[in-house]
């Protein structure tokens, strides 16, 4: 089968992002033949409710290689997104007798995989974790690069996306872009903006190969499909393996998450990760020309882009309520980039080039807001 390998080599934790159309039927041979033993190894599988068809082909060729399964399925929301399913892996894990020679293989999308990687990081002090996306978004981005969560509580209300986790390394990722075909049209066009993010941050000659791909790949075109992955999941672990923990580069790969995890758990706005990323990809390109760093030509092609892939660049207008932009600015308060209180943006200064800009004015991040629609 073709398939191709990008070794991510983080020091002390060493991984790989396998990439392969019907690996996941054949998962077992595939683990193997990365090194990784499965012979009379404990395996907790923690798998997407949506994903258990698949799920069950893997758990029959580890079970073959002789390893002992174990399953927990869950429901991916970003409501349920919290310590109580972290809680529910641990009990699930001791139910099966996990042991320090365990494994825990996340089979779903960056949800899952985000609950599930905490799971392992903190079960027993740490146990083997494998990741295998079955989302585009998960394939190309979360499923990479060893950071896991859980949301939390915002005091005053809301959902803080990702405010407790942990760094912790799969020791292998098997992204089979097989299992995108159950994927609804949204859901792939949603993780379609994460490719998006990775261009803009990479530049050419990857920007233009998407905008030319654009339209045959929000149809999930398989060729299209296929060249996109690799390019773009490639991007995402070129950088994590520069900076793994997030000191300097790896804060890049937030691009547009400061707006866009602001506005995706509003109340009343149903969207999407990917769908929010999308609009925060519009409004830091908008904050970035108000601050003069963007020339307009390279904003109106980033919003372009997004528009011919098929996703949002405003906020529904049924979120659009006075007073929003106050709530959005106190939830982008709470942004993990955030230092002693002053907001940290990543913005592009142009196609292949985004940095860290700290100090933009309120009124600026006001103007970038009203460019996604949002009424003061
Ligand atoms: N750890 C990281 O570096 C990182 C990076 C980006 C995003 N994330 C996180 O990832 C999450 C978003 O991930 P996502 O976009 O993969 O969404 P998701 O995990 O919420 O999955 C989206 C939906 O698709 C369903 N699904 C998954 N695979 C399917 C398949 N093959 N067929 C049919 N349905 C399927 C899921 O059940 C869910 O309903 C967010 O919580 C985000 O914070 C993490």
Redesign the pocket.
Known sequence: MAHTIIPIDIPQAPTSLHIERGAIARLAEVITSHGIALADRRVLLVV????TQ?AARSAASLAAAHAHIGAIHL????TA?NLDAVEAIWHAALAHHLDRRGLVIAI???????LA?FAAATFLRGVDLLQI??????MV?????????V?LTLPGGGLG??LA?AFWQPKLTVADAD??????AR?LR??LA?CIKHAIIAGEPRFTALDIDAEQLARGDTAALDRLIPSSASV?AAIVTRDPFERGERAH?NLGHTFG?AIETLPKVDL???EA?AIGLCAASHCALECGLLAREEHDAICALIQRIGLPTELPAVALEAGLADEILRRMAFDKKNEEGVLRLVLPRSIGRVEVVTGVAEATVRKALASIGVRA
């Open positions: 997407d409710r949506n994903v698949l429901d991916a929301t970003e997104k779903g999308g960056g949800l899952v995989g985000d990687g996306p079955t989302t585009l978004l998960a981005d979360a499923a990479i690069g060893g950071k896991t969560g949301n996306k990702n986790g299992a995108l075909t159950t994927l609804s859901e949603a993780g994460e995402k790969l995890h999407l990760h990917g990323v």
